[in-house]
């Protein structure tokens, strides 16, 4: 397994139970805008589903749902998520983004939210929603995407790294877009694009940030240029700082 799937299964192995509760991740917005574009499908697919919310989202509105993850203990606390819920259509699958264990054309519905900035290859994710997609079957991909201004891109993935070291990159809107359309997939709609704001604490805490890289990220932001400082909306004085994360909700299909 390449190193930064291994980074991944290391990463949330310890730190998925702070996911369950996580704001960003339990609720939201992109979760009702889901709900809205999804249509009924029979058969519906979450990409690395995490703690399972996106997959708990779709269990209301298809017939059956599929959760699939890297982390095994990812896909337990979904589990156990899913049974306090009382949820009885969803099944639960260890996976590989981009070497997905299913065979062609069979989900109306693939979801990937908040996870594509892991994938070391997105463009070979991306082949593998079109390809276990039925024709005319639809893509629903969110994910935070790094703003175009000038140093944006390297400052807020050096950032996530340091938070994270399971990170890979988080591109910018044009180049998930370019990965989308080389994956196969057509109709590329961005449907929202929008910010959220975390306390960087928080943030620390849900990845469980070394006291240094905590340090490391503070001194980053407090030495970038004004305008990244305000573009991510830094405030050098204050004794809870915050940070805003760019995301966007992209639609796709699979060609007829």
């Excluded at 996580?22 to 917005?29: D, F, K, L």
């Excluded at 697919?45 to 890297?70: E, K, P, Y």
């Excluded at 259509?89 to 989900?107: H, R």
């Excluded at 140093?151 to 591109?171: C, K, M, Q, T």
Aim: charge should be negative.
């Amino acid at each position: 397994m390449e190193e930064n799937k291994q980074a991944v299964q290391k990463q949330f192995t310890q730190t998925g139970t702070s996911y369950r509760k996580s704001t960003i991740h339990a609720s939201g917005s992109d979760l009702t805008w889901i709900s809205e574009l999804a249509g009924s499908p029979m058969l519906a697919l979450d990409v690395a589903t995490g703690a399972g919310h996106t997959a708990f989202t779709l269990s209301s509105i298809a017939n059956r749902v599929v959760g699939m993850d890297l982390t095994e203990r990812m896909l337990q606390i979904a589990e156990e998520g899913a049974r306090q819920r009382k949820l009885t259509n969803i099944t639960w699958f260890q996976g590989d983004a981009e070497a997905i264990p299913f065979p062609d054309k069979l989900f109306d519905l693939v979801t990937c939210r908040i996870a594509a900035h892991h994938f070391p290859h997105p463009e070979r994710a991306f082949f593998e929603f079109r390809r276990v997609l039925v024709p005319g079957g639809k893509c629903i991909f969110i994910d935070n995407y790094a703003p175009s201004e000038p140093g944006a891109n390297l400052l807020i993935n050096e950032v996530e790294r340091l938070r994270d070291p399971s990170h890979f990159y988080a591109w910018t809107k044009n180049e998930w877009q370019e990965y989308i359309a080389a994956g196969g997939l057509t109709s590329i709609s961005l449907q929202h694009e929008w910010t959220n704001t975390v306390e960087l604490e928080d943030w620390f805490r849900r990845a469980d940030t070394p006291l240094a890289s905590r340090s490391e990220v503070r001194r980053l932001l407090s030495t970038s240029s004004p305008t990244l400082q305000r573009l991510f909306d830094f405030d050098l004085v204050s004794p809870a700082p915050y940070l805003l994360l760019h995301k966007g909700l992209w639609t796709a299909q699979r060609p007829l």
